[in-house]
Each structure stands twice: as C-alpha cells, then as structure tokens.
C-alpha cells in the first residue's frame, strides 16, 4: 500500500531564516506530486506540483520554491522566509488517471 | 474564475441528526468532483464523483452530483461525534497533472 511522508511535523522559523520541507511516497512509481499551503480560515492553495523528476510547476508567484530530486521525493525551499509564509503545509500525491490525491500528515510553519 | 463555494460554513448537529451539505462549483475542464474529510491535521478521501446523479455511499456517508446545475451534496446520517471534522468540497479541473480546486470546508460539529 502506499504511505507518504512529510516532515517536520511543526516548525518554529524567525522571518528571514531559510526552509526545507521534505515528502517522500513509498509503495508508488511516477506518481505526480503537489505542495499546498492552508492558511488560517481559508482553503488549500496548490503551491507547486510535479509530473516527474526534475519537473517542477509553479502555481502562484511566492517567496518559495520546490524540487524533485528523485521519484518519490518532493521538497519544499525558501532561501528567507516571510511572515506571510506560516500556514499549514500539506504534501499529496495522485496517479493522471483518476482526480484523487491523497495528502500526508502536513507540516505547521509558523515564522515569528 | 474557477471556484468552489461551500455552504454552510459550520454547522452544529447532535449525535444521531442527519446533515446536507453543499457544495456549487464553476470549473472550466471539469473532471471530477471530489469530498475530502480533514480531522485534525492532513484531508482524508471519501469520494469521486464524476457522472450526474449516481450517488456514491459509504456506510452513514453519501454523495451525488448534478453536472447540469453545477452542484454536489454530501449526507451523513445518524451522526455520531466522530463526524466532527471540516469537510471539503474540491472541482478536478483535469489535465494530465489532475490540479484540484478547494472550497474553504464546511465545520461539522457533532454534540453528544
């Protein structure tokens, strides 16, 4: 069956620090893979999504960007942090043949 | 602008009533139609829709879409405290990277 991962699970950052967030999928290949952000009262935001390695979209212009370095791992990068970065971060994964992604357990950023 | 409008926002129901919630959306390519339930931390999947008026069921769960008026609705039945969650109501806009568009949720409180 399929897992993914995502971690850390919170993050404490001061403005200006940079990030790293990391998603890895086990039991799937060449599953696309996406990075939302949830901020507080309002609904997911697709922030970047990949269809292969090396193959990044961006969906909004932002402080953040995203790689995929191998096939079932996804990661997340700011190079300075902003307040308006904090929110909950959501890494999925989904087959094109079918509309269904399925999320990991997040990761809540707050920058002080 | 493609979008996805919940309703209501939140609801407060006691344990054993049965709650509608609705879901309107505008989606250019539309594809799918899709119901997460998100608890605590990452959306949990509970169902596809992608033709008009075959209802899809899960236990005390169902759903249905009408493609023709732009709209879906999920039922649960004999609630229970365990139905407690934000439920989101997400278009599948299609494309070979299967991009999703979110509702903002709709708060289900379930009182004992």
């Known amino acids: 069956s399929q897992t993914i991962h995502q971690w850390p699970a919170t993050l404490v950052q001061p403005v200006g620090s940079p990030l790293s967030l990391e998603c890895t999928v086990e039991g799937t290949s060449n599953p696309n893979l996406y990075w939302y952000r949830q901020a507080a009262g309002r609904g997911l935001q697709l922030l970047f999504y990949s269809v292969g390695i090396g193959q990044i979209s961006s969906e909004v212009p932002q402080n953040l960007s995203a790689s995929r370095p191998q096939d079932r791992q996804f990661i997340l990068s700011s190079k300075k942090l902003l307040l308006s970065d904090s929110g909950f971060y959501l890494c999925?994964?989904?087959?094109?043949?079918?509309?269904?992604?399925?999320f990991g357990p997040g990761t809540r950023l707050t920058v002080t | 602008e493609d979008k996805v409008v919940q309703s209501p926002l939140s609801l407060v129901v006691h344990e054993g009533d049965t709650v509608t919630l609705n879901c309107s959306y505008e989606?250019?390519?539309?594809?799918?139609l899709l119901w997460y339930k998100q608890e605590k931390k990452a959306p949990t999947f509970l169902f596809m829709l992608?033709?008009?008026?075959i209802e899809k069921k899960s236990g005390r769960l169902s759903s249905i879409l009408d493609k023709k008026e732009l709209f879906s609705i999920l039922n649960i039945t004999a609630t229970q405290t365990g139905d407690s969650a934000v439920y989101l109501c997400?278009?599948?806009?299609?494309?070979?990277?299967?991009?999703?568009?979110f509702g903002k949720g709709t708060k289900l409180s379930v009182k004992p």
């Open positions: 989606v250019t390519n539309f594809r799918s």
């Open positions: 992608t033709s008009s008026g």
């Open positions: 999925a994964w989904g087959m094109s043949s079918s509309g269904e992604q399925y």
């Open positions: 997400v278009g599948n806009y299609g494309g070979s990277q299967g991009n999703l568009i």
